[in-house]
């Protein structure tokens, strides 16, 4: 058998080019770093969830026990210091507060820090004293009334009468002079 000396079809090689050390540098680097920041906003996030998670249950379970929250319960749960303090007492909230604390946890978005808000005041389950515990969530209460005062209540009226129901439905005629 006569063999042919002819080349045989061979599938098209293609080069890839590698990419540069600094090129590869710079992309890594970029990935890790972005790696970091979700790893850093993950830590504050689950660190405030847990921590309103603990104050809710502990708060529910005193309701229960008609053991309120008391601060310095909050201070041992919380194993911190609050960053900010207010009085507001003079802004009429729904929750009848009288002051507030702010606890932060590390974030790297300055436009949404990870924040707590404890308000203690009276008028709470128990009729709480000023040291109890009346709410705790991660924004602030903004249930203020317009301009921080209290609006006037809404005037009730009492049902009328069946005579008066009748005088109200009938139609009402004019003497024409």
């Known amino acids: 058998m006569p063999t042919s000396s002819t080349p045989e079809a061979e599938a098209p090689v293609t080069v890839t080019k590698r990419r540069s050390p600094v090129e590869r540098a710079i992309v890594w680097g970029g990935i890790v770093a972005l790696l970091a920041v979700a790893a850093v906003e993950y830590v504050g996030f689950k660190a405030q969830r847990d921590a309103l998670a603990t104050l809710t249950e502990t708060m529910e379970s005193g309701i229960n026990n008609n053991k309120p929250l008391r601060e310095a319960e909050v201070h ?26 702010v606890y932060r946890w590390i974030s790297l978005i300055p436009m949404k820090p990870r924040e707590l808000y404890v308000y203690y005041g009276t008028g709470g389950i128990y009729g709480a004293a000023d040291e109890d515990v009346i709410n705790v969530t991660t924004s602030e209460d903004t249930n203020v009334y317009q301009h921080g005062k209290a609006d006037e209540p809404p005037k009730i009226t009492p049902e009328p009468t069946e005579s008066e129901k009748a005088t109200l439905v009938a139609p009402q005629f004019k003497p024409v002079a």
Do not use: H, T, W
């Open 76 to 101: 041992s749960i919380l194993g911190r210091e609050p960053v900010r303090k207010a009085d507001v007492s003079e802004q009429n909230l729904n929750s009848n507060a009288k002051r507030v604390e």
